[in-house]
């Protein structure tokens, strides 16, 4: 989480409006597709990682908001949670 928080501050001092990069995490998921080995199946370590992005990209996304003073992002993103792009 505090990687998280760290990324979002230098997203935020940078001048970035979202907190996702899309091109980015496919980028990852790729390189995790074709490093994994097992035992844990394909489907279930993406889904994995896709949650960790999601739950880091909530997290920036309300630090954000506190930054802005709104103490909560625009919003929902397509699972009714904060929409962290926001």
Same mark, same amino acid.
Request: aromatic share 2%; charged share 35%.
């Given at each position: 989480?505090? &990687?998280?928080?760290? $990324?979002?501050?230098?997203? $935020? *001092?940078?001048? +970035?409006?979202?907190? +996702? ?7 990852? &998921? &790729? ?13 279930? &370590? ?30 929902? *993103? +397509? ?8």
């Amino acid at each position: 989480a505090r &990687l998280a928080r760290e $990324a979002g501050q230098a997203k $935020a *001092d940078a001048g +970035r409006r979202g907190v +996702r990069d899309a091109e980015r995490e496919r980028e990852v &998921l &790729l390189r995790i597709s074709m490093a994994n080995e097992g035992p844990l199946p394909q489907a279930d &370590l993406l889904a994995l990682y896709r949650r960790l992005f999601s739950a880091t990209r909530s997290l920036e996304a309300r630090d954000r908001a506190q930054r802005r003073g709104t103490g909560h992002p625009a919003r929902p *993103d +397509r699972d009714g949670r904060p929409d962290p792009s926001a």
